[in-house]
């Protein structure tokens, strides 16, 4: 029986590492999409009793409001504020 190769020591047809070949490929298509500037913006979605921050206070995620807005509880209040605002804490 003859030495024992690593994956990474493997050569293809054309001489390169095939392992370390697709890892580069897997790796470029991220960057591509991201330099033709696709944005996606991801909204969180809190379950009731998350706790969120909001105006440099900590509180507790209650339910979804209509237009963009959410109640919140701080303290004994409950505030209705944009959820653009709101931050998980």
Known sequence: MGPVK???SIKGNDG???PGRRAEESLAAPCRARAA???T???PV???GARVAW???IGMFLREAE???VEL???SRTYRVRRAEVRSA
């Open 41 to 43: 913006w991801v909204t």
């Open 16 to 18: 390169t590492s095939t």
């Open 73 to 75: 509880l701080i303290g």
């Open 55 to 57: 105006n440099g206070r």
């Open 6 to 8: 690593s994956v990474a």
């Open 67 to 69: 237009d963009e807005q």
């Open 46 to 48: 809190w379950p009731p």
């Open 37 to 39: 500037g696709a944005h």
